[in-house]
């Protein structure tokens, strides 16, 4: 009898500490994941948008710095007597608490020429800043320049193993979500946006 309480008590041992062992492990599976986006005022229809962020923030913990005439590392355009911070400057500001994956969706209120140069800067910055990978929205391409600058956002994917290029341009075409500059979106807009970028923020932790 000793013996079978002794074995008996130690199955319940180990029977427990796989039940800790699990749970902690779903814990962790379950965990949102922590993101910033940094965006213009095209990106900015998330935010005007409720339910759009709350589509975007499911399994994930979202850090919203959206301003409208936003630059990628050039001083942004004026608006209402202020001047937003660059994409470089909101990255650098947040230091540690960034987050695993930082989404940009930066590039409407500027040329594509030195964007190259200011993709590599911002991916210095989030990645020594602990961001384990970086999704890069291209752009609506309205105008020859915003094409101009998807060429460049896709080159830089080759540099860069931690960045995925998440292509609204070519997810948007047809859809009946912008105003009359092609850009800014409506609420279903707003909401599409979100719904696409969830999977690749998802797929930017696993780089």
């Not at 709350?54 to 919203?64: D, E």
Request: hydrophobic share 45%; charged share 20%.
């Amino acid at each position: 009898m000793p013996r079978f309480r002794t074995h008996l008590t130690g199955c319940l041992v180990a029977a427990l500490v796989c039940a800790v062992l699990a749970s902690a492990s779903t814990a962790a599976a379950t965990k949102p994941v922590p993101a910033t986006l940094v965006g213009d005022s095209v990106a900015a229809s998330i935010s005007y948008t409720p339910r759009a962020k709350t589509l975007l923030s499911r399994g994930l913990s979202v850090r919203f710095d959206l301003r409208v005439c936003r630059r990628l590392v050039t001083v942004g355009c004026p608006y209402q007597g202020s001047t937003a911070p660059n994409a470089l400057q909101a990255v650098q500001s947040l230091g540690r608490s960034l987050g695993d994956v930082l989404i940009v969706y930066v590039g409407y209120n500027e040329s594509s020429a030195g964007y190259a140069k200011g993709i590599d800067r911002v991916m210095r910055a989030a990645l020594r800043q602990g961001a384990k990978g970086v999704v890069w929205v291209t752009l609506r391409e309205e105008r020859d320049i915003y094409r101009q600058t998807n060429v460049t956002i896709r080159a830089a994917a080759k540099r860069w193993p931690e960045l995925r290029v998440a292509d609204w341009n070519a997810f948007s075409t047809d859809k009946p979500w912008f105003s009359s500059d092609g850009l800014h979106m409506s609420a279903a807009g707003a909401e599409g946006l979100a719904r696409f970028l969830r999977p690749f923020v998802f797929r930017a932790t696993s780089i």
